[in-house]
């Protein structure tokens, strides 16, 4: 266990080196949100509500999801796939820890520093300009922070599955990049789920992807409220289980057909 | 005439490379429309929701995200430096651009060269025209010169802001993080900048002109007369930010050290 903790440590002072990275980090998330309130601001017009939110909620919605990406995502299926491309992977798989589980370590370092360096100072800034409406309730934050946890595995889940695939592929840049759209329109990012077509919310309840962003930020927003908090977060428990198995089987096969090319 | 021929042959590889990899190929323009489509979706959605936006229609929204598909691909194609910072300051690559007898971005350029980006102009055409259709715009024989154009300086507007990005790894140890950011706020330029708070509106205009490959210049085409100077301008501001690009970079240059790996 020792080992992953000390990953996670290094990953995050890996990133404090780059301190350019950070300043002007807090500066394009805070514009970054700007922009989104004055669009939303011009699409909700006179309106009060739209889809049962208003427009503070909204602004809170669209900041809450942006501070969650920022802690969620990572680029470790790329790595993966860099890895096996240069061959690295041959080293990595005879060190004494699970490779997998380092990635998502690796991840998890990533995402607590820009969680607490980047986006959370950026949301103060916004939040001086802003009406953003937070929770008074302090089990809505202690449920946000699990939800937001469990984005995380989640996500990195998805991203192992996609790292894995590279076995097989070998080459699947495009593919990658394709998946990070997908789940940037699917995960409730761009849009909140309820804002789609009926007939597209029906199809994306068969999917992880709402687990992601969506969920998450219903919650800090209040728009869930009691049982729907606890379905949600049921909900996401069940993605981080269901996505171990496929990650399983294709780790096993991988291990078995991997492929140095040479390195 | 010299730096002609090396684009020549720098294309001609190119096509041999790209067209050993033909899946490879097809996802890559696959995960293109996807990109756009993610947008598209965002434009429809909220249109589900709303007849105008700031006094702005849906078909003329989605004429200037079609308009801007156009620039965005063309900057696609020949100015990918998203990975300038790790591929040749830490990787130790610019030491090798360095030695040859071309100018260094020129090089770089041709060497990071994605024709199949120019793809992505499609879809945009495809929807200006859908939307032009439907709001029955007329266009003079001129209009084709016009837009040729506005989509170069639109081009250029983004290739200096990008390149500027990219120089400030001479001079910090910045990582890549800023890009991507950069090509989220480059999106806000595609709707009107009227809608803006008037600091964001000076921003998109004036220090991050992304107004000028989106609203502005489409404007000139939706007929909205009142934005008419600033389609005009968009030339001159892309050729101003780019030479202020060059400028950085030949600065940048002169300071680079190497990584010494």
């Known amino acids: 266990m020792d080992k992953y903790t000390e990953m996670i440590r290094i990953r995050f002072l890996m990133m404090l080196a780059y301190r350019t990275n950070y300043y002007t980090g807090i500066l394009i998330y805070a514009i970054n949100i700007a922009a989104y309130y004055f669009l939303w601001s011009a699409i909700y017009g006179d309106k009060p509500s739209m889809q049962g939110m208003s427009l503070g909620q909204m602004t809170t919605y669209v900041a809450i999801s942006w501070l969650s990406r920022a802690f969620y995502f990572n680029n470790i299926d790329r790595e993966i796939a860099m890895e096996i491309r240069d061959g690295k992977v041959a080293t990595e798989l005879i060190r004494p820890y699970s490779y997998l589980g380092m990635k998502a370590v690796q991840g998890l370092g990533e995402g607590l520093f820009r969680l607490f360096f980047l986006s959370l100072p950026g949301l103060l800034v916004v939040s001086l300009f802003l009406p953003l409406q937070f929770p008074e309730h302090a089990h809505t934050w202690l449920s946000f922070s699990l939800s937001l946890l469990l984005s995380f595995i989640i996500y990195s889940e998805l991203n192992l599955l996609a790292g894995v695939v590279t076995f097989f592929t070998f080459r699947n840049e ?90 | 005439m010299f730096y002609l021929s090396v684009f ?7 096509m041999k490379t790209k067209l050993q990899y033909r899946a490879d190929l097809l996802i890559e323009w696959l995960s293109d429309f996807m990109a756009q489509a993610v947008n598209l979706v965002f434009l429809l959605v909220v249109f589900g929701h709303t007849p105008l936006l700031h006094g702005w229609s849906r078909d003329e929204i989605l004429f200037i995200y079609g308009f801007f598909l156009v620039p965005y691909a063309v900057f696609g194609a020949f100015f990918n430096l998203w990975d300038f910072n790790e591929r040749y300051i830490v990787q130790g690559e610019m030491d090798r651009v360095l030695t040859r007898p071309v100018h260094s971005l020129f090089q770089i350029i041709l060497e990071r060269m994605e024709l199949e980006s120019l793809l992505g102009a499609i879809p945009g055409l495809i929807i200006m025209a859908y939307a032009g259709v439907r709001l029955s715009l007329t266009f003079h024989w001129y209009d084709l010169f ?74 000139y085409f939706l007929r909205k007369e009142e934005w008419y100077g600033y389609a005009f301008f968009t030339p001159v501001v892309g050729a101003l930010f780019f030479a202020i690009a060059v400028m950085l970079w030949n600065a940048g240059v002169r300071r680079y050290r190497g990584t010494g790996s």
């Open chain 2, 146 to 219: 016009i837009f040729v154009l506005l989509v170069i300086g639109g081009a250029f507007i983004y290739a200096g802001i990008f390149i500027s990005l990219a120089t400030i790894s001479f001079f910090a140890d910045a990582r890549t993080s800023i890009m991507p950011m950069m090509y989220n706020i480059s999106s806000y330029g595609r709707y009107p900048v009227d809608i803006y708070h008037r600091v964001i509106r000076y921003i998109l205009t004036w220090l991050l002109p992304f107004a000028f490959v989106g609203v502005y210049p489409a404007s």
């Open chain 1, 174 to 263: 495009g593919l990658l990049r394709a998946k990070r759209f997908i789940i940037d329109l699917f995960s409730g990012l761009i849009l909140p789920i309820s804002f789609y077509p009926d007939w597209a919310q029906q199809l994306m309840h068969y999917f992880p992807f709402q687990a992601i962003s969506y969920i998450p930020s219903m919650i800090i927003t209040e728009s869930f409220q009691g049982v729907a908090v606890r379905d949600g977060l049921l909900m996401q428990a069940a993605w981080c289980a269901l996505l171990l198995l496929p990650i399983g089987v294709l780790w096993r096969m991988a291990k078995k057909r991997l492929v140095v090319q040479g390195g």
């Open chain 2, 8 to 14: 020549f042959q720098y294309m001609a590889q190119y």
